[in-house]
């Protein structure tokens, strides 16, 4: 039997980046944009806080029910969430987040 070694970490990074680019183009609050999915504003936060340097120790993995809630509620997809898909998103979704992304509003 073969060794599955181990498993590829998330770029938790590039999660909360695409998060904070699909709540820019909500227009919303990091509260809001939660509250909106069902997350606590609290644990949105602790997501995104890999994207503040200096808050390496107040951060938190994206639990997948909660990426899962995100994707229902907004129209992306998982694979966008946690690994930039944009293939499967609608044309002007894909559009406004490619230009948040590109320029580098969050």
């Excluded at 898909?85 to 044309?91: A, N, R």
């Amino acid at each position: 039997m073969k060794s599955r070694g181990t498993l590829p970490q998330i770029d938790m990074h590039g999660v909360a980046f695409r998060l904070e680019a699909l709540r820019s183009t909500t227009g919303l609050t990091k509260d809001a944009f939660a509250k909106s999915a069902g997350i606590d504003p609290s644990s949105y936060t602790k997501v995104t806080n890999y994207l503040e340097p200096g808050k390496e120790d107040r951060t938190k993995i994206l639990k997948s029910e909660h990426a899962f809630a995100i994707s229902e509620r907004w129209g992306v997809t998982m694979d966008f969430i946690y690994r930039g898909d944009l293939s499967k998103i609608s044309d002007a979704l894909r559009t406004k987040i490619i230009a948040t992304l590109n320029s580098g509003d969050r």
